[in-house]
């Protein structure tokens, strides 16, 4: 057997598993690939010849660059608040003991496990029987983006909190910081890398969604809403280029965050 | 078990202060009448009474779950009392917040803050207090704790040792009243331990402060500490200098849990003013009235393994004392310093004998007559209304 | 012995003031795990208040308008006939779709678990140090819009496209074979879309194995896929559970793949929904419609967490 022929042998599984990870790349691959493509007609979904010009022109359609902003305003003022509400329900379901905290658990649970298009369709029902049909848009969404975020920053900012060890805060009040200043200087620093990852995963959803926001949505359209309709009519490639950006942008807070951990470790000898 | 240097039982020492109600004269931390109970109905502990000298370095000793720990966490503000109070220096601080009271704790999990260095860990309660001199003071504590080259790295870049006298120098450097040390050692492996307790009782020395540690290994609050409470089921058996303890003590217990003892069933015939004279098993053996801790005629005879001499039958041995005839051997383990008998007495009773190998006695074998002896001085008289196994089970070690 | 609780003095009980010590006990002990009073209510209120405006109720109003009477409008209005008709009609209407969602979201959720598994194993056993950098890769791709994502496949599976070509080649597919508006484009679609739901978990509980246990297994079997089904898998089972359901729910739910690599032929009950209610402003048979999705999928996922012998989970 040759020499290659065995180490495949030895790490099938990692060659495995190589492929399928190969695999979620095909589509960001063309993604990029399409960002660069000056197609013939407005019809045919087809690499035609190479252009700088959508990279140039991000906002050829005005239509595309508004959905954008007003899903990165959405995104950011959803976010904001479910950070806010999110990380105070963790603190309350991790160090405070009440009544109902199990249903407290139950509430936060349930909005993740349902599926999106029953979620929408239950908030679009009580804007129906309340009297708001006539009024979904902007704020009708942010509604719905607070909600469906809100349990993934109470999740996220609650394994956090629970994975702290508790005598950390008793040390602080033992060395002589007030319950503000152990809050400040001890507690805080500490859950904070998990309430900035709750607010990125909230924001990356909330920017996302397209289900929810869809019934929701009245005459008011976001990012993805814009794709949608384009993709029965004819994609501009700029879409793309969000796409890539997209990619982007992501793989750089990773590659930021990780670097920091990197070198944090890199100080031990 | 090591053997313990020859002391003349001193008179008893009282334990329990005189309740006096005046706080302000004693410099000291005092515990009076504190009581704890926790939700559920469990009482931690019990009407304690304790004084710790100021400069003194104390051991609060006992199996897990006898109620040491809660005791700490309610000096260190960290549990509030169900009653009673806690004064330090004269100063009330019994409901004081953590922060408001000159007290500092080295956690058993250290409790080092990850995200600040070895630095700022140190410093943090010089700078909650906005005290003076943060760089000066931090870079003196670090050096008597032998870790100057380690200030910038991150807790969790040190060894355990390490972190431990990190943890030690975060409290001491606020100079607390009161340094309370909670298992600090239990982490680190035996070797290590042994040099971190002779390494913090040289702290200890060179600070000068009032030390209370937390420990449920007796070898370690003997090593460390000058007095010893040994604490059971909420309430304190009995609090002394460790050679006391172990010389004299009160119930079985503190005879089984600091050391091994032999409890031998026996009935109090006469009771002078020196000597009671015990009937045991039928042989006379007599102990001094001070070391006699019952009221009852019923008790338990006690005396150390290495108490015990061993010989042939009918050999005089040592000093006049009690001798018991008619002992068989029934195991021999050879530990290099000593030799380790069991002997079965007519009672059917198996007694421990240690026998220092100075090389002046013979070993003896298995299955061969024996006679057994000690100093009447030695033995100690217990009630035998507690259980003789009481203790023995929660031992650290042999 | 200093138990001598017989000449004690008063006890200072807390709260009643009258014991010599000064100051007031505090109500709550300090920092003993979890704090008991008000504060926790106050941090908790915003966010449950929220949630049970504006998923509690919603979900309330969903049932409510599932039954109201059919003949209503947006603009006449609805009023409640407790029509359980709605349901009857909905299902008669639309049973194909939803079953056809099950049943997608069914096979989508068993590619991604062999998919999902080999990758997952993979990272947790074969990656080595690259292990942190994998498991960002798994991620990285899903930050991309989904829809833009969806797109590039109608791309990669078009008539004339290579996939299609290579299969024409190959004679698995026939002259005037394809792929796009097939049910292989959907379940595909389906099957790269909510990989990562189902690798994470699964990462998760793979990597809690103690690799000690798959080498004794290695000593103790003669063959290692007799010790993969002995050890690893059944030790990997919560992995797999929660990692199918977070891959069935929403998979059963969608409607972005069929609608745009399907054609009508594949469409899924969430787009009947959608219509219903953007579309034909038919509000009780679109709600009934979503009910009965939601207590099929939560029949399913009792049924099959109770098989799977981990209820604990839910």
Known sequence: MSRAGRWVREHLVLVLGLLVLAYTFVPIAIVVLMSFNAPASRNVYAFDGFTLDNWANPCADPGMCDALARSVQIGLLSTLLATVLGTLAAFALVRHDFAGRSASNLLVFLPMAAPEIVLGSSLLALFVATGFSGQLGFWTIFVAHVMFCLSFVVVAVRARLAGMDDHLEQAAMDLYATPVQTFRRVTFPLVFPGILGAALLSFSLSFDDFIITNLNAGTTTTFPMYVWGVAQRGVPMQVNVIGTVMFLVSVAIVVVGEVGNRRRLAART | ??????????????????????????????????????????????????????????????????????????????????????????????????????????????????????????????????????????????????????????????????????????????????????????????????????????????????????????????????????????????????????????????????????????????????????????????????????????????????????????????????????????????????????VRMPWGQELQVFSQNTGRTRMFSQGEQVELSWRPEYAFLLDRSQDAAAGAAERVGG | MTSTAGVAPPLDVPGTGTGPTPGAPPEVPPETGRRRGKTGYLLLLPGALWLVLFFVVPFYSLVATSLYDPAGSDFRGYEMTWAVGNYVDALQEYWRPMLRSLWYGALATLFCLVLGYVLAYAIAFKAGRWKNLMLVLVVAPFFTSFLVRTLSWKLILADDGWVVNTLQFLQVLGEDGRLLATPVAVVAGLTYNFLPFMVLPLYASLDKIDPRLVEASSDLYAHPAVGFFKVTWPLSLPGVVSGTLLTFIPASGDYINAELLGSPNQRMVGGVIQSLFTDANDYPAAAALSMVLMVLIVVMVLLYVRRAGTEELL
């Open chain 2, 1 to 342: 078990m090591s053997q313990v240097a020859e002391t003349p039982t001193s008179p008893e020492r009282p334990s329990a202060p005189a309740r006096d109600g005046d706080h302000t004269a004693y410099d000291g931390l005092r515990l009076r009448q504190v009581t704890k109970e926790f939700a559920g109905g469990f009482t931690a502990v019990r009407s304690l009474d304790l004084d710790v000298p100021r400069g003194s370095f104390f051991a609060l000793l006992g199996p897990s779950g006898c109620g040491k720990t809660t005791t700490l966490r309610m000096v260190a503000g960290l549990e509030t009392p169900t009653s009673g109070t806690i004064t330090l220096a004269g100063q009330d601080i019994t409901y004081a917040k953590p922060y408001r009271r000159p007290v500092n704790t080295v956690f058993q999990s250290y409790a080092l803050f990850p995200h600040l260095d070895i630095f700022e860990n140190v410093a943090f309660g010089l700078r909650r207090r906005k005290e003076k001199d943060v760089d000066r003071r931090v870079r003196e504590m670090l050096e008597l704790v032998e870790l100057s080259s380690q200030a910038r790295k991150r807790p969790a870049q040190l060894s355990g040792g390490q972190q431990q006298r990190v943890a030690l120098a975060r409290a001491l450097i606020n100079q607390p009243e009161v340094l309370l040390l909670d298992e600090p050692l239990g982490a680190l492996d035996l070797k290590l331990r042994r040099s971190m307790q002779i390494e913090v009782k040289r702290i200890q020395m060179e600070v000068g402060r009032t030390f209370v540690h937390v420990t449920h290994d007796q070898e370690e609050a003997m090593t460390m500490a000058d007095t010893v409470a040994v604490m059971n089921g909420g309430v304190i058996e009995q609090m002394g200098a460790p050679a006391e303890l172990y010389e004299n003590p009160r119930s079985t217990f503190v005879a089984n849990f600091l050391g091994q003892s032999n409890l031998i069933e026996g009935r109090v015939v006469q009771r002078a003013a020196d000597v009671t004279s015990v009937d045991m098993h039928g042989i006379a053996v007599s102990v001094p009235t001070p070391r006699v801790h019952t009221d009852s005629d019923a008790g338990w005879v006690g005396i150390r393994p290495e108490k015990v001499l061993i010989g042939p039958p009918g050999e005089e041995l040592d000093a006049p004392g009690n001798t018991i005839p008619g002992g068989v051997v029934s195991d021999v383990s050879f530990v290099g310093v000593s030799t380790q008998y069991l």
